[in-house]
Structure formats: structure tokens, C-alpha cells
């Protein structure tokens, strides 16, 4: 028996020296032990090109951007977070897509480079909202849509190659879901810079604009050329409203007769006037005249994501604007 316990006190000396040769080993008291890693922070999908400052890399940790919590769900923030501007713009009661719009506005200082947001995504919160269906709950799906390029000036032909969309430290976006009616000879199949001509398309018979396009154009009674006009051309052309596209279409009168000569139904015209009237008066004819201008071009752009469907609620939303690698750039809550 006392050989027997003299090899228990031996067995029990050996297990404690290698225990305690295991903690010597270590490099440190907490070294030694399993830190659990830190959750990783919910992402946009596609965020690519980041800058060297914004990787999340090795030895950097996740410090580099910051982060901000939006309705409970953690977002990296853009490097231009806070420089646009959103706007609900009539999202709260508007439902056909051809008239609901937000904006967005580039409210950096000014001389503050401009923005290319070409490519950054708009999103909805429908996905954190419960709806009914014949008293069944669902989940609903997230509505999203990428800002598209645009032209910077729309020329009638409307053919141009489009370019990115660049917001200057005070331009503007109006940001239409669908696009614009247009069902006359001029098709709009662009988003566009507004200009001092633009208020020809607002007045155009077949085309339907929200929020309308403002009636800026140069007075019938600047156009060059107005003092040397016979007297009745003279007159007629003075009166001519502003950003009107005169009718000179041809028409049939009472008796049947084809009128091919007349302004606005005035058939006391000559050839010549008509042709002036047609030379200076509509949307082509004024961005002829006028391209180069230091103020044909506003601050304004009319952007059409295209989409069949309304993409804002008329409450409880948040209108979402990722930049091109998913980081947010700006929210709103309504």
C-alpha cells in the first residue's frame, strides 16, 4: 500500500509539471487564449475599386471607415456621406411613376469638385415592412434602381452618346421613377441637364413633365433680328409667348381648303415670316441660337431611372443612396 501511494504521488507531480510547463510556453496570461472574432458589419453587394484608405485589409482592422446605424443595420459611410442632399420630393403622394420624384442636391462647397453619381443606387425599405394579402403577412422586397448616365445638353435629334451624370456643389437632380410622356416627333429617351430652352419641351403639346420644366426661355422680343421685320411680322412676333413653339402646321379650313401659310392660325402672314417664326422659335431653333451662352445651362437635371412600378411609399420609408462601391452616402426618413 505504500509503495502504491508513493506512485500516485509521482503520476499526480508528473501531470502538474506539464500543466504548468503549457502556461510557461505561452507568450503571455491572455495571449494564450481564443479571442472570438468580431462580427462582420452588413455590406452592399458589388462594392468594388476601393480606395487605398477605405480597405478593410490585413494588420488594418475594421477602424478604417466608419460606420453609422440606420432603422437597426449597420452601413459603411461613403466618403461623400453627407455632401448630397436627399429631398422626398412628392414621394409622399405621388404613386404613377411618370410623376413620383425625389432629389438629390450636391450641397458641398462651392468649389468643391463635382460629383459623379452615375451608377449609385436608390433603395427603398420595403424589405422591414410587413404587408397583408387576404389576411396573410409577408415580408416585402427591397425596390432598388441605378442612377443612369445622361447627356449634358438634348439636342432634337437625340442620338448623342450619354456620358456620367456630374453634380457641381449646387446643382440639383430630380430623380423621376419612370420617364416622361412623350408621344410627339421629339422622343426623350435621355436624362438630361436642363436649359434656357428647356421650357419649349414643357410646352409642347404631347409631353408631360413633374415637376414642370420652368418657361426660362429668351423673350420673342430679344430675338435678333426683330427691328428690321416688316410691321406685321414685326407685331406678330412680339406677341408670340414665351417658350412656344408657334403652329404652322397645315390645316383645312370651313370650306376645305389646305392652309399651308399661317402662324397660329393667322393667315395674314408672309413666306418670309413664317420662316423666321420657324427659324427662331422652338426647342432646336433656341439651342442653336443660344448653345454657347455662359447661361444656357442651369443647375437642374431631370434623371429617369425608367421603372414600371412606385418605388417611395407614402410613409414609413427610407430612401436609401449608396455610392458605386455600396457605402452610404445619404438617408432619409419618412
Known sequence: MKDFGIVIIVIIAIVLFWFMSGISNSTGSLEGLVVPSLPSLPQIKNATNRTTDEKIGENTGLAKL????????????????GQIKLGRGNAKSAYQPREEYITLQNSSK??????????????????????????????????????????????????QAKHWINLKPGDRAIVVTGNVYSSGKFKIKSSFRVNKCSGYLENLPNYNFTPTLKSKCP???????????????????????????????????????????????????????QEFVVANFSYGACVAVHYNDDDFLTSDWRIFLDKNWEMWK?????????????????????
Open 66 to 81: 466608419e460606420t453609422i446605424v440606420v432603422d437597426g443595420k449597420t452601413y459603411y459611410k461613403s466618403r461623400w456621406f
Open 110 to 159: 462651392r468649389g468643391s469638385e463635382a460629383i459623379n453619381i452615375t451608377g449609385w443606387l436608390l433603395q427603398n425599405n420595403d424589405a422591414n415592412r410587413l404587408f397583408e394579402d387576404s389576411g396573410r403577412l409577408y415580408a416585402g422586397n427591397t425596390n432598388r434602381a441605378y442612377i443612369p448616365s445622361g447627356v449634358e445638353v438634348l439636342l432634337p435629334e437625340n442620338n
Open 219 to 273: 423673350s420673342p422680343k430679344e430675338v435678333e433680328g426683330l427691328k428690321a421685320l416688316p410691321e406685321t411680322c414685326y407685331n406678330l412676333v412680339r406677341r408670340l409667348p414665351r417658350c412656344e413653339t408657334p403652329d404652322i402646321e397645315p390645316y383645312r379650313d370651313r370650306d376645305g381648303d389646305l392652309v399651308r401659310r399661317h402662324i397660329n392660325g393667322n393667315t395674314e402672314v408672309s413666306r418670309f415670316c
Open 314 to 334: 407614402n410613409d414609413r420609408d427610407i430612401i436609401y443612396l449608396f455610392d458605386d462601391r455600396g457605402h452610404l452616402v445619404s438617408y432619409l426618413a419618412y
